[in-house]
């Protein structure tokens, strides 16, 4: 019976620290990341209202031919997946810019979830004119951008994403 006792005890004992070890690890690996099991689903308003002012500049900066306000919100190697599924690279938005003559380049419904360092926004946006390759457009779309802070305190895009809202999207050359 003793022997009984001695036993339980020791896998209760064993139990515990494991477990200890278990929650110390999940702690460092929340602290490395910029994370932790309370802060994972909060976003901080200063950051929210940040981010979706540099979105909100982006699309003016757009309408408006000013790439060079757009280029430092961008990480060099974003990667990029423009409405028609193809892969864009920083410097093609740029020069998209320049020569795109806008009747109206808008976003709206931005919401922005922060995840630590990194964020996310989403919303939409509306655009009509010419792009500048001459091709007319007159679209909605719906974009995800992925915002993460880097290390000298400025948030970055690294990942973007947009795609027609369906009934919405027509083009002409």
Do not use: C, Y
């Not at 309370?38 to 000013?66: C, F, H, I, Y």
């Not at 060099?76 to 938005?93: A, C, I, L, R």
Request: proline share 3%; glycine share 6%.
């Amino acid at each position: 019976m003793k022997r009984m006792l001695v036993a339980t005890m020791l896998l209760a004992l064993a139990t515990t620290l494991v477990a200890a070890q278990e929650s110390e690890k999940a702690h460092k690996k929340g602290s490395m990341t910029g994370m932790d099991s309370s802060s994972q689903m909060k976003t901080d308003p200063q950051v929210e209202q940040a981010l979706k002012a540099m979105e909100q500049k982006w699309a003016e900066a757009s309408k408006n031919g000013r790439p060079e306000e757009v280029e430092p919100m961008l990480a060099e190697d974003v990667v990029m997946v423009d409405s028609d599924g193809t892969m864009v690279t920083k410097q093609d938005v740029l020069s998209r810019m320049k020569g795109a003559k806008w009747e109206e380049n808008s976003i709206a419904e931005v919401e922005v979830k922060q995840f630590g360092n990194t964020a996310i926004a989403t919303g939409t946006w509306r655009g009509k004119g010419t792009l500048s390759n001459g091709k007319k457009i007159d679209t909605r779309e719906r974009w995800t951008d992925t915002w993460v802070k880097m290390p000298d305190g400025k948030w970055k895009v690294v990942a973007s994403q947009a795609a027609p809202i369906t009934g919405t999207q027509s083009a002409t050359q």
